[in-house]
């Protein structure tokens, strides 16, 4: 029963040998195994900055006095990082991160962050809010100023001494050739049809 424990502790050994003598010597023999000229390009420091800037973006001019929530689009991108400060933690929103808008405070776009209660203000230009609202707000404001200049156009009403002038004036230019002025005997305004 010896030899057999034995043999088993044996072949572990072996096969754990296996699979550590490799890695051992990889990592021991890394700085052995590069060429010098890999060694001198790794030398060189970098010229170009690891942090990715982004272009600028061109400020959007808009009145935001005429947004009304309903304009509002369901999330906003944030184009700078964030950072959210509560009770000794600070959460970082990256540049990019969606945030849901709430409302609007002067300049500043209150929002939240999806799974979270609290509100954030942060500056409106530093998302793409702007850009977002503007076409749904322009259809908004196409649409009320429609409606009204519709509400505003009422039909024109004609007294009988307006609708006989008419008719009067319209036999006199030719437009009406089934008589002449002549033939009439009365002149009177018949009753209201409505509009066809």
């Given at each position: 029963?010896?030899?057999?424990?034995?043999?088993?502790?044996?072949?572990?050994?072996?096969?754990?040998?296996?699979?550590?003598?490799?890695?051992?010597?990889?990592?021991?023999?890394?700085?052995?195994?590069?060429?010098?000229?890999?060694?001198?390009?790794?030398?060189?420091?970098?010229k170009k900055a690891n942090k990715v800037k982004s272009k600028p973006?061109?400020?959007?001019?808009?009145?935001?006095?005429?947004?009304?929530?309903?304009?509002?689009?369901?999330?906003?991108?944030?184009?700078?990082?964030?950072?959210?400060?509560?009770?000794?933690?600070?959460?970082?929103?990256?540049?990019?991160?969606?945030?849901?808008?709430?409302?609007?405070?002067?300049?500043?776009?209150?929002?939240?962050?999806?799974?979270?209660?609290?509100?954030?203000?942060?500056?409106?230009?530093?998302?793409?809010?702007?850009?977002?609202?503007?076409?749904?707000?322009?259809?908004?404001?196409?649409?009320?100023?429609?409606?009204?200049?519709?509400?505003?156009?009422k039909p024109v009403v004609l007294d009988e001494v307006a609708i006989?002038?008419?008719?009067?004036?319209?036999?006199?230019?030719?437009?009406?050739?089934?008589?002449?002025?002549?033939?009439?005997?009365e002149w009177v305004a018949g009753e209201d049809m409505g509009y066809?």
């Open positions: 029963m010896t030899n057999l424990g034995t043999f088993i502790m044996v072949a572990a050994c072996v096969g754990m040998g296996y699979v550590i003598e490799p890695l051992f010597f990889e990592l021991r023999n890394t700085d052995r195994n590069k060429s010098k000229v890999a060694k001198k390009e790794t030398a060189k420091p970098k973006v061109p400020t959007i001019k808009i009145d935001l006095s005429l947004v009304k929530p309903a304009d509002f689009p369901e999330t906003v991108s944030l184009r700078e990082t964030f950072e959210i400060a509560s009770d000794g933690l600070t959460l970082a929103l990256e540049q990019g991160a969606q945030v849901s808008p709430i409302r609007l405070e002067g300049t500043d776009l209150i929002f939240k962050t999806k799974g979270m209660t609290l509100e954030h203000a942060i500056d409106v230009d530093q998302t793409d809010f702007k850009e977002l609202v503007l076409p749904v707000m322009n259809a908004r404001i196409q649409r009320e100023a429609e409606m009204k200049r519709i509400e505003d156009a006989v002038s008419c008719m009067q004036a319209s036999v006199a230019d030719g437009k009406v050739t089934e008589f002449k002025a002549d033939q009439v005997t066809l």
